[in-house]
């Protein structure tokens, strides 16, 4: 049975949605409070997190930050009432890997876990390197391995097409200000913090070969 972590501080919320989602056939452990979280992970495994943002004592962004920082890549949807990009933005920064706006029926969140988190992943490996392309964690070895926006989607797209020649141009597509001096920055950064090897086909683009 999956199990569930629910943060929402509004307790008639919470407990609504703690049993909707058991007659989902999902077993909820639901908190009231951002600390609440540091203690049930402590003690539990859960396999999805649904966490509010505007909580008390720890808020939901600086809780999911502190999971991945300590090395929990477990998946999370944010449930919230704040709609602004810089919200959205900050939320998946934080390792969300959906974000849904209060008010919502509870039939779509059931929908948004059975489609993101219930269908079986395909991992990618290279050598140290495990690759999820769904949730785009990456991890070396058991550790966790955060990169920035552009560097991570450079490194998706080479992942995805291993053994085939990627585009300068097309990767070049990622970068704020384009440019052949500024890709080949990125991805000696990109080679430096992961170990990995990128070659250079001259003339057509980029390419990471299987091992």
Known sequence: MMKILLLEDDKI???????????EGYDVDAAYR???VFDLTFDNQYDLYILDVNVPEVNGFNILRALREAGDDTPAIYITALTDINSISKGFNAGAEDYIKKPFDPEELALRIKSRFQQKEKLIHYKDITYNPSTKIIKKGSKTIGLGEVQLNIFHLLMLQQDKIVDSYTLMDFLEQPSANALRVNLT?????????IKNIRGQGYMIESV
């Open 189 to 197: 950064k990109l080679k430096s913090k992961l170990g990995i090897e």
């Open 34 to 36: 951002g600390d609440e």
């Open 13 to 23: 919320l919470c407990n609504s949605l703690k049993e909707f989602l058991e007659l």
